[in-house]
């Protein structure tokens, strides 16, 4: 057994097969990938990784397991799962998770042959457990997955609690003891004990309330945009590939990034945090359903199509479209008078904060400082925005936001 002091949940006992595959290369790796990408360049204390992520969602689990009473090898499989559920991640965590699925078809959670290969596998058969089971875990699939990837999964409970703490805000508090102490397994679905729709609720305000101060913040956005281009570039323009673009740490696509003539501007931006700006960040309703739904080819014809009325280079134009709204959480179940119920058909706040979503969502067009202006005009008219308020820099009406951010500058 090992015990490791953790900043958010005190002492960790990691023992059995999590202990072996605690010093294994891939879990090591996850050192040097920070849990929320380049949000330290907005917040400078989320230097956390997803080393310390991973062994929060082990102990989560541990206490899950112990309260549903499952023990044995089927709780080996989950607190194993637990340990290597993000080892899939490439760089700066979920940043650049579509490019590299665009180039390979693999997501974070496609982790099978990870799992097989290399020490990973070793450990895992060592301990008589099967990796494919355990990537099958990983992936949410069977009564126990839904633990460690769901609605009430045990690594929510853990991001929310320790992005909010490392970044100093208060938003993402929720009472993960409560959550965890109230899950049962009911006809194999994982559900909220009677009397805790408040409780499933928390999960929904947390991340409605984390959403546009951290994970979404528009400084954030611009440097996963910068990121993006970046990386989409090494894979266009050098002899880097997917593969290893995808087992990269933090501090190797820095490097890569600073070393390659074709990417080497947008190393040293981030760097330097010298950013791109906003030239537009127009609200959904102001913004059609047809850019809202693009692909990644379309966006690309629209960034080129700004550029080119803007008189820009055509890698000074980045488009940024969030997906359109969506609340996993609001799926959770709950016993409500002896009934399960799904947590949207009886929470009323449900149907408020999937307002609050859409009014919260932005589409932003980023471009260098001196170019704002044109790229702005540009893309108001190649987008069709209907909104005299999409362009950051003219005068706003009263009740839109300002350009400042929460440290007054105009990023």
Request: proline share 3%.
């Amino acid at each position: 057994m090992k015990t490791i002091k953790d900043s958010v949940h005190d002492h960790i006992e990691v023992e059995g097969v999590a202990r072996a595959l605690l010093d294994t290369p891939a879990v090591q790796r996850l050192r040097r990938i920070k849990q929320l990408g380049p949000a330290h360049l907005v917040y400078p204390s989320a230097n956390h990784t997803r080393f310390e992520h991973s062994l929060g969602v082990y102990y989560l689990a541990c206490e899950a397991l112990d309260h549903l009473g499952i023990h044995g090898k089927r709780a080996e499989r989950v607190r194993a799962a637990a340990i290597l559920h993000d080892v899939g991640h490439g760089p700066y965590s979920h940043t650049i998770e579509a490019v590299i699925h665009r180039h390979t078809g693999k997501y974070h959670d496609d982790v099978h042959e990870l799992l097989a290969e290399r020490s990973v596998g070793d450990v895992l058969r060592n301990h008589g457990h099967d990796p494919a089971a355990v990537a099958d875990l990983i992936a949410g699939e069977g009564k126990l997955g839904q633990l460690v990837s769901g609605e009430l999964d045990v690594d929510r409970m853990d991001y929310l609690v320790r992005d909010a703490h490392h970044t100093g805000v208060p938003y993402g508090t929720i009472d993960h003891s409560r959550l965890v102490r109230e899950l049962t397994l009911i006809d194999g679905e994982l559900v909220l004990g009677e009397g805790n729709v408040p409780t499933a609720e928390s999960l929904l305000l947390a991340r409605a309330l984390m959403n546009p101060t951290v994970y979404n913040h528009h400084v954030t956005r611009i440097c996963r945009g910068i990121l993006k281009r970046a990386s989409e570039r090494l894979l266009t323009e050098t002899d880097v590939s997917a593969e290893e673009l995808r087992r990269m740490d933090d501090h190797d696509l820095f490097a890569t990034l600073r070393s390659e003539p074709e990417t080497a501007e947008f190393a040293r931006r981030l760097g330097a945090r010298d950013l791109y700006k906003r030239a537009v960040w127009a609200e959904m309703g102001d913004v059609p359903d047809a850019v809202i739904d693009a692909d990644h080819d379309a966006i690309l014809d629209y960034e080129a199509e700004i550029a080119d009325e803007a008189d820009v280079d055509r890698g000074e134009v980045i488009i940024d479209v969030l997906g359109r709204p969506s609340m996993t959480e609001s799926s959770s179940r709950v016993i409500v008078n002896g009934d399960i119920r799904r947590l949207g058909e009886q929470s009323a706040l449900v149907s408020a904060l999937r307002h609050v979503q859409r009014e919260q969502w932005r589409l932003g067009v980023y471009a260098p400082s001196d170019a704002t202006d044109a790229v702005g005009h540009a893309a108001e008219r190649v987008l069709g925005l209907e909104t005299d308020g999409a362009l950051v820099n003219e005068v706003r009406t009263p009740g839109q936001r300002t350009t400042l951010d929460e440290f007054g500058s105009r990023d």
